[in-house]
């Protein structure tokens, strides 16, 4: 199981960016997935997540009606489409799956997870 981000980088507030999670070594649609960050000195925190069985996104309330995700079974990718970037947005940020709880929706929660991505770099600057 490989999960792999790419699409970060550096941005000005309101600004927007799409990420992008390519799994490798498994179908995607068969996991529930999840988008996390962790700014500098902070804990990992969940950002949204999918939940392979019914195709439902669920959003932590910062990410309510500024992020999206969205699922390419073709690709076998989850995106992260983020826009009205702010400066608190600043962080690295994870793709993740698991597959041990598939009978519940997806969570936000890291220990939910077993697999993870390197992270990559999301800066906002005011």
């Known amino acids: 199981v490989q999960l792999v981000e790419s699409g970060g980088g550096s941005v000005q507030t309101g600004g927007s960016l799409r990420l992008s999670c390519q799994a490798s070594?498994?179908?995607?649609?068969?996991?529930?997935m999840g988008w996390f960050r962790q700014a500098p000195g902070e804990g990992r925190e969940g950002v949204a997540c999918f939940t392979s069985t019914d195709g439902n996104p669920y959003y932590r309330d910062f990410a309510k009606g500024r992020f999206k995700v969205f699922r390419d079974r073709t690709k076998n990718t989850l995106d992260l489409q983020m826009t009205g970037l702010k400066p608190e947005d600043t962080a690295v940020y994870f793709c993740?799956?698991?597959?041990?709880?598939?009978?519940?929706?997806?969570?936000?929660?890291?220990?939910?997870?077993?697999?993870w991505g390197q992270g990559i770099q999301v800066t906002v600057s005011s």
């Open positions: 993740a799956a698991e597959n041990k709880y598939l009978h519940l929706a997806c969570k936000t929660g890291s220990a939910f997870y077993d697999f």
């Open positions: 070594g498994f179908t995607s649609e068969h996991y529930n």
